[in-house]
């Protein structure tokens, strides 16, 4: 399989006040298409920030990297912009749906971003087709038309899952997507996961804490003091 995603000595420090806080300190890695791999390590070892600039939410302080084929630190910032939007799909702990949006009109989100009225009235039914037909997928049918706060945890992380699958992202990023759950609807999401590699061939970089949920992916890497100890 051909790399889609490189990293390479990463570095990234924060400033807190006067103190400089090393995060990343020489952080490398790989994910091949079609692979499912897991980040792990324990809180505060740089596992979110490392994967915010694999999914070109935040910028290194120096490193590369190179998606597809292309250093991505040295395309404008409308590019990265449109880069993102286009090819990565993101999951995070907390879901981020707006709350005054159904179901549907979240999941459309991403799909509508950029586009200017008439092409958003021109793309808005072949996408809500495909938006229903990714929510029906997940099981979601007779939710529709729901707003966030009439749904439990796990169906709105499920919501979420469909946002990051309707524009055909070459990458799924996803931070502790289980985090905010109870053990039996964690593993509803974790084999919506399961399901995405297995049959679409979906290319998935999952951060996690926990060592169980990480033993699902094809590969598992592992993050501490900022730098990667086995990939």
Known sequence: ??????????????????????????????????EFVALVGASGSGKSTLLHIAGV?????????????????????????????????????????????????????????QANAW??????????????????????????????????????????IARALVNDPAILLADEPTGNLDPRTGRTILDVFQRLHRDHQQT???VTHDMQVASLADRVIKLEDGRVQGA
């Open 119 to 160: 092409r958003t009235l021109v793309r808005a039914w072949p996408r809500q087709q495909k938006a229903t037909a990714i929510l029906e997928e997940l099981g979601l049918s007779n939710r529709l038309r729901h707003r966030p706060n009439q749904l439990s945890g796990g169906e709105r992380q499920r919501v979420a």
């Open 1 to 34: 399989m051909s790399n889609l995603l490189e990293l390479v000595d990463l570095r990234k420090t924060y400033r807190i006040g006067p103190a400089e806080v090393p995060v990343l300190t020489g952080t490398s890695l790989t994910v091949a298409r079609g």
């Open 57 to 113: 939410l935040e910028r290194a302080d120096s490193g590369t990297v190179t998606f597809d084929g292309r250093e991505v630190s040295k395309l404008s910032r409308g590019r990265r912009h449109a880069l993102r939007n286009s090819k990565f799909g993101f999951v995070f702990q907390l879901y981020h749906l707006l709350p005054e949006l159904n179901v549907l009109e979240n999941v459309l989100l991403p799909a509508m971003i």
């Open 204 to 206: 998935i970089l999952m």
